[in-house]
């Protein structure tokens, strides 16, 4: 089970003379993955634990306060997905002005040196931290040896797109995909479908009225793809942490948009009308929304009717691409 430090507690719990690898892993995308992957082949190998050090919140959220940061992957479900990936012990850095003002040798002499004392260090060849970004992987490399830790570094990831070219796999491009509704390319990125994480919560009975309940998610903490609607499949649980985990994955139809009828100013409605019976039975459990593909964009339709007989088709598409689909 992997143990969880933050920098409130004694630091001297973390394991010295370990496998380190640090950074946001917001998504813990392909390219995270490599380097997890890389970091715990090398931990086996020395028989020494892997440390993975991140920070809470994001840094953008105080380097830039003015600037909106929507992550891929709150600290839960990183917890998870880090786990999965073999982490020992996550530590937890909390984000301050202090700490990311401190100088590239700075920050490796507090935390590195004094606190984790680490054998190896694996990061990605594009890895920046310190003051500004200041320090690259070969800023890294001369200081592990100055300092005595082995630096390595893995290289970037390319995922093939869509489109039919590959590109480097990186969070900001993910956050451009799910933006754009490109979620199939986003889920390439990932190597799972991309996943909204809150609470169920009542709709405005629309659904219901209409045919297809709906059950509603309550402003996720999360990037939200673009409106549109889009086949996926939903996950739910009694609490966040269990939703986190590997559960039954039911096919549903999404429905990302706001009302006009109610006027532009009506609040983003983030809806899952699952494809069994009995849906409403969910209300007030945790929900995972998985996307697997977008199907079209928002539209206005006059009547009742026609919106019923569109969702109908929406349906019917979902389930096409969630029988040839793998997820």
């Not at 990183?78 to 002005?97: I, M, N, R, T, Y």
């Not at 990831?157 to 390319?185: C, F, P, Q, W, Y």
């Not at 994955?249 to 699952?274: C, D, K, M, Q, W």
């Amino acid at each position: 089970m992997m143990k969880v430090i933050d920098s409130s507690t004694n630091l001297s719990d973390i394991p010295k003379g370990c496998v380190l690898t640090i950074g946001n892993f917001d998504g813990v995308h392909i390219g995270h993955q490599e380097i997890l992957i890389a970091a715990k082949r090398i931990a086996a190998q020395k028989a020494l634990e892997l440390i993975v050090m991140t920070f809470q919140p994001h840094p953008v959220t105080i380097l830039q306060p003015k600037k909106t940061c929507e992550i891929l992957t709150p600290l839960v479900l990183k917890k998870h997905l880090l786990a999965e990936f073999g982490a020992d012990c996550l530590f937890v850095l909390k984000s301050s002005p202090e700490l990311l003002s401190l100088s590239p040798h700075d920050f490796v002499q507090q935390f590195l040196v004094k606190n984790i004392q680490p054998n190896v260090v694996v990061e990605g060849e594009n890895f920046k931290f310190g003051s500004g970004r200041r320090g690259n992987i070969h800023t890294l490399y001369n200081l592990g040896i100055e300092k005595g830790f082995e630096v390595i570094a893995i290289e970037s990831k390319a995922a093939k797109l869509s489109i039919g070219r590959s590109v480097i796999v990186s969070s900001t491009m993910i956050r451009n995909m799910l933006e754009s509704g490109r979620v199939a390319d986003a889920a390439v990125a990932l190597a799972r479908p991309y996943r909204l994480i809150g609470p169920v919560v009542p709709g405005r009975g629309k659904g219901k009225k209409l045919g297809f309940p709906t059950l509603n998610l309550e402003n996720p903490q999360q990037l939200v793809p673009a409106e549109g609607v889009y086949a996926g499949t939903v996950e739910l649980a009694d609490s966040i942490k269990e939703v986190c985990g590997e559960r039954e994955r039911i096919p549903a139809v999404f429905s990302i948009g706001r009302t006009e009828t109610y006027g532009s100013n009506y609040p983003l409605a983030v809806e899952a009308h699952l494809l069994i019976n009995n849906a409403e039975q969910f209300t007030g459990r945790w929900m995972a929304m998985g996307f697997i593909e977008r199907i079209r964009g928002q539209q206005k339709f006059e009547t009742d009717k026609e919106l019923s007989k569109q969702i109908a088709k929406d349906c019917e598409k979902a389930k096409q691409i969630l029988t040839t689909e793998s997820f």
